[in-house]
Nanobody, 124 residues
């Protein structure tokens, strides 16, 4: 059983930056591809970014490419999401998740473990 705890959310003005962290425990972190998803009020949860087990492969939804960067530190059992040039439409609860697909995935159903989420609010 893997436990995931997100941190780093908050309120930021448009154009600002935040770095989200997700600390994992209870499993072998490097055995999992990791992803970030988000859910805005009244909307479905959507894929944001994913990273392979060693960090060599990353992929993003189109709307965050060039602004967000996913990374991981397997020695610290932590995955990060650096978010720059934030926009009001990035406002959502952000979730990290762990997938048995070590290459990472953009598909929600391939993620077995989920954190509780952290709120990101971008004001205009």
């Amino acid at each position: 059983q893997v436990q995931l705890v997100e941190s780093g959310g908050g309120l930021v003005q448009a154009g600002g930056s935040l770095r989200l962290s997700c600390a994992a425990s209870g499993g072998t972190f490097r055995n999992y591809g990791m992803g970030w998803f988000r859910q805005a009020p009244g909307k479905e949860r959507e894929f944001v970014a994913a990273i392979s087990w060693a960090g060599g492969t990353t992929f993003y939804r189109d709307s965050v490419k060039g602004r967000f960067t996913i990374s991981r530190d397997n020695a610290k059992n932590t995955v990060y999401l650096q978010m720059n040039s934030l926009k009001p439409e990035d406002t959502a609860v952000y979730y990290c998740a762990a997938s048995g697909r070590i290459s990472g995935s953009s598909l929600e159903y391939e993620y077995r473990y989920w954190g509780q989420g952290t709120q990101v609010t971008v004001s205009s």
